[in-house]
T-cell receptor
């Protein structure tokens, strides 16, 4: 079992839809959780950064972390064609050891159709 | 402000040649990371620098791979005697420090193709 599992999709939705992206993980040491957006032939761009369990909202984006279930989600409201990209979840341990090292999911390819 | 800058953006070379990839991190960031992104494998950690030191080289796939950082700034990743399986996008990231509460910011990568 890989440390981080993410459905690769592809996921195709109409403009204005609510998008739900998810990752599961197995390492209980993970404390920091991130979502990156990656456009074609570009580097990952940090979207959301959360610590431990709970919700964080930034504009149309909401990140949720449920550590008891080892499950994280990213919700995109009122999706736009410009949201079409690959979304990567990433995680790191809170302290000790190699806590600087990000472990990534393989990414979900999202297309928002006008 | 300026983000992480990587060069070249694309590199095509013949099998067996050496290649050198460059990363210029965000000014003031003491931590620098190299990752590799290949089809089907996702992003894989290669090496971590804190200042000019590399306390974690555990992700380097073979001894053909090496990296250095000078002046606490620019880093180069060198691949000797390239093989076709080295074809991938090599991404560099930097953060203010190596603590896990400091987010990592990525460059656009070098797309390496080995013929």
């Amino acid at each position: 079992q890989k440390e981080v599992e993410q459905d690769p999709g592809p996921l195709s939705v109409p403009e204005g839809a609510i998008v739900s992206l998810n990752c599961t993980y197995s390492n209980s040491a993970f404390q920091y959780f991130m979502w990156y957006r990656q456009y074609s032939r570009k580097g990952p761009e940090l979207l959301m950064y959360t610590y431990s369990s709970g919700n964080k909202e930034d504009g149309r984006f909401t990140a949720q972390v449920d550590k008891s279930s080892k499950y994280i989600s990213l919700f995109i409201r009122d999706s736009q064609p410009s949201d079409s990209a690959t979304y990567l979840c990433a995680m790191s341990a809170g302290s000790g050891g190699s806590n600087y090292k990000l472990t990534f999911g393989k990414g979900t390819l999202l297309t928002v159709n006008p | 402000g300026a983000g992480v800058s990587q060069s070249p953006s694309n590199k095509v070379t013949e099998k067996g040649k050496d290649v050198e990839l460059r990363c210029d991190p965000i000014s003031g960031h003491t931590a620098l990371y190299w990752y590799r992104q290949s089809l089907g494998q996702g992003l894989e950690f290669l090496i971590y620098f804190q200042g000019n030191s590399a306390p974690d080289k555990s992700g380097l796939p073979s001894d053909r791979f090496s990296a250095e950082r000078t002046g606490g700034s620019v880093s180069t990743l060198t691949i000797q005697r390239t093989q076709q399986e080295d074809s991938a996008v090599y991404l560099c990231a930097s953060s203010f420090s190596g603590l896990s509460n400091q987010p990592q910011h990525f460059g656009d990568g070098t797309r390496l193709s080995i013929l």
